[in-house]
């Protein structure tokens, strides 16, 4: 294994330890290794002891290396890898029947609950830390793209969006798999306004929408906005939606207009769907002609692994009928500010630019002609590059601090890639009452209601990865664990 390129800002021992957490990610150092000689990696690297150190230390405080008395470092056995996994859901039961989606209330409440009682510490977005993304830079691009073109905040922008940045996206789509003109993409208002276009292209009022469940709980709500209703599709933690629960829901109902999916790192499970799965699904997609809708807004977020490189491949990639509408986000991966969404509808397409065309014109020009120069240079792989990195990081401390605080019998899996957890609670405690008293110590959690119009995942809460781990959030879900097992004991 070699080590990848410097970027430009990350220190000499960040990069080591980056090195390392990849060697043991990927089994060469195995736990109760010894790692090499303080000496050896000096000599290896060509670095300072103080290097080795700050590395070795680095690594040492996220739980991958434990320093023994006079013998060195030795890989550890994370507390982590000790969690018992989710379980996979019970697909020896009939489907749910289709609802219309009631979660706007309980939206309305978590939002307002948040603002009335202000939390010190916020597990509850899925974001990152503003630091995170490339804003200098960003920021650069904008006042070049205005230097250039003076009059560009006057002059009307493009209907499908800036040619420039369609076909930047279309060059990068190359490598999920997709071959697409600039033509074939719309570009949005976050990949929010691209669902909500996609479900009004192929669905009316009244209509069937199968969906994962647990799912985003903004696609409920759009679903609920449309007066649509939502059918939720059993769906496993590690390999996204049953597709023989889908099988069997389409054909019970008949009426499903279309399957809503995200292969990559789904919110909130963090699920990958393999490539099989994938293609089965389009399969039936295509037996019962009917719209697949593919949320990608997470894949540029999931790890170049060995296991899971072969897995990052769109559903569309496989699509020769135009029968999935593609979805994407820029939100995650490069700036929540541009709010920046694309979508690529094959068969609806003439029908999603209308759509788009009628609900908000063209997005602002400036925005994408700066996402479009940074993305067309070497900055953004780096930029991506690095961003997993720091995700890495901060998934394997928040785990391990959950590992460390919470009782007996919390379960949680750690998925590969992106920037949230997914952590089953003891003996089914309920996350609202988890929920209450975290706000009252200004603890924010998002819990398990609000990612299914079912009552099923009450015992569940989603924690946010996106932030720099530091003391503040070790103080926070330690606090959070103590909530959860003073809980847990009064259920005993
Ligand atoms: C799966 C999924 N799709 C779509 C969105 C919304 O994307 P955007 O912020 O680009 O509108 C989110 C945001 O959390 C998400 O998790």
Redesign the pocket.
């Given at each position: 294994m070699t080590m990848t390129q410097p970027t430009r800002h990350e220190p000499i021992y960040q990069r080591l330890a980056s090195h390392y957490r990849d060697v043991i990610h990927a089994g060469s150092l195995a736990p109760g290794d010894r790692m090499p000689s303080l000496r050896t990696l000096m000599r290896q690297h060509a670095v300072s002891l103080s290097t080795v150190l700050q590395f070795s230390r680095q690594l040492e405080s996220e739980g991958w290396l434990e320093a023994r008395p006079r013998s060195g470092y030795f890989v550890r056995h994370p507390r982590r890898s000790a969690l018992a996994r989710v379980a996979e859901p019970r697909l020896d039961v009939a489907p749910d029947p289709a609802q219309y989606v009631g979660i706007h209330a309980r939206v309305s409440e978590f939002v307002a609950r948040r603002r009335l009682q202000p939390s010190k510490i916020d597990f509850s977005?899925?974001?990152c830390a503003p630091e995170l993304y490339p804003g200098e830079a960003l920021k650069n691009a904008a006042i070049r793209a205005l230097r250039r073109q003076p009059d560009l905040l006057v002059s009307p922008s493009q209907a499908r969006g800036s040619r420039h940045l369609r076909s930047v996206l279309a060059k990068r789509a190359i490598n999920i798999g997709l071959a697409l003109s600039s033509e074939d993409i719309q570009i949005?208002?976050?990949?929010?306004?691209?669902?909500n276009i996609a479900l009004r292209a192929v669905a009316q009022p009244g209509d069937t929408i199968a969906v994962e469940s647990p799912?985003?709980y903004?696609?409920l709500q759009i679903l609920e906005s449309l007066n649509m209703r939502a059918l939720e599709i059993p769906t496993s933690p590690e390999t996204g939606m049953s597709t023989g629960a889908l099988e069997l829901a389409l054909q019970t109902y008949p009426d499903i207009k279309a399957v809503v999916v995200?292969p990559h790192l789904?919110?909130?499970l963090g699920s990958m769907m393999p490539a099989a799965h994938k293609q089965q699904l389009l399969r039936l997609c295509q037996h019962h002609d009917i719209a697949l809708i593919e949320?990608d807004?997470?894949s540029e977020l999931a790890n170049r692994s060995d296991a899971q490189a072969a897995s990052i491949r769109a559903i569309k990639s496989w699509d020769t009928g135009g029968q999935v509408i593609y979805?994407?986000?820029?939100?995650?991966t490069l700036a929540?500010g541009l709010?920046?969404?694309w979508m690529a509808a094959g068969r609806w397409q003439a029908r999603v630019e209308m759509l788009k065309y009628a609900q908000t014109r063209s997005n602002e020009e400036l925005p994408q002609l700066a996402a479009a120069e940074f993305m067309a240079s070497s900055q953004y792989d780096r930029h991506l590059r690095t961003l997993r990195g720091k995700l890495d990081v901060q998934r394997a401390k928040t785990a391990e601090a959950i590992a460390t605080y919470f009782p007996a019998g919390t379960r949680m899996n750690l998925p590969d890639g992106g920037l949230t957890l997914w952590v089953e609670l003891p003996g089914q405690l309920s996350s609202g009452a988890v929920f209450d008293a975290a706000l009252d110590a200004q603890i924010l959690v998002a819990p398990g209601w609000l990612f299914s119009n079912s009552r099923r995942f009450d015992h569940f809460v989603r924690l946010n990865c996106g932030w720099p781990y530091d003391a503040v959030l070790d103080r926070g879900l330690r606090g959070l664990g103590e909530i959860v097992g003073r809980l847990a004991h009064r259920l005993e």
């Open positions: 977005a899925a974001r949005t208002n976050g990949c929010i306004e691209a669902l799912t985003f903004g696609l995200v789904q919110n909130p949320d807004s997470y979805c994407a986000s820029l939100h995650k929540p709010r920046l969404g």
